[in-house]
């Protein structure tokens, strides 16, 4: 089998510097997404659960609660899709410098 020439290896170094600015660049704000979503998550249970119930409701308490459980929602679904950018970004990188 024959080696690969300079010129395949030149093209296939930039498809895949391509593909990696198209795909996974433009998804890096998930990182931050998911950091945020956790810290309010994070902050807000400890307070609901340590800080004790509020006397009386009010709209923001409403909404602060309201943020809570859809931090809580988010958390989840988050991860996995940070998880598999990290992967496919790792990936990529692998292949690059092949």
Known sequence: ???PSDN???LRRATLERARRNAVAPLEPLN????VA????LIGFLRLSFGGQPHDFTLI???AI???ALSG???PI???????????????KKLIEE
């Open 38 to 41: 956790s810290a309010l998550y």
């Open 61 to 63: 308490s409403g909404a």
């Open 1 to 3: 089998m024959q080696k």
């Open 73 to 75: 929602i988010l958390v």
């Open 8 to 10: 395949w290896k030149k």
């Open 78 to 92: 988050l991860s996995g899709s940070v998880i598999t950018l990290r992967l496919a970004d790792r990936q990529l």
């Open 32 to 35: 931050t997404v998911l950091l």
């Open 66 to 68: 309201f943020a809570v």
